[in-house]
């Protein structure tokens, strides 16, 4: 399974950014697909997950009513659409497969991940 993250850039605060990242390579479709950022010289943390067979979409706290993943089943793509960014969304962005989980973690990661894309947010 391949994974092409793209969309990240500069911001400034308040700003709107969309990422998107498309999976190829499925031999079955996967149980969930989402993004992981890690900021500087933090811990990686689960952002948002889609669930693939329902599109469920779960979310991080800090990012409840700012972020709204969503998703083009068709092209195997998911589109994370990020509002109102403040300068501690700054981070790489990282989508991966796995499992979503209704939890503070968000996602269980497995096996593939995309390329790194990185957001930041500065005025």
């Known amino acids: 399974v391949q994974l092409q993250a793209s969309g990240g850039g500069l911001v400034q605060p308040g700003g709107s950014l969309r990422l998107s990242c498309t999976a190829s390579?499925?031999?079955?479709?996967?149980?969930?697909i989402g993004w992981f950022r890690q900021a500087p010289g933090k811990e990686r943390e689960g952002v948002s997950c889609?669930?693939?067979?329902?599109?469920?979409?779960f979310y991080e706290d800090s990012v409840k009513g700012r972020f709204t993943l969503s998703r083009n089943k068709a092209e195997n793509t998911i589109y994370l659409q990020m509002n109102n960014l403040r300068p501690d969304d700054t981070a790489v962005y990282y989508c991966?497969?796995?499992?979503?989980?209704?939890?503070?973690?968000?996602?269980?990661?497995?096996?593939?991940w995309g390329q790194g894309t990185l957001v930041t947010v500065s005025s």
């Open positions: 991966a497969t796995g499992y979503c989980i209704a939890s503070t973690q968000v996602m269980i990661p497995s096996t593939s």
């Open positions: 390579g499925f031999t079955k479709d996967p149980y969930a």
């Open positions: 889609l669930a693939w067979n329902d599109g469920r979409t």
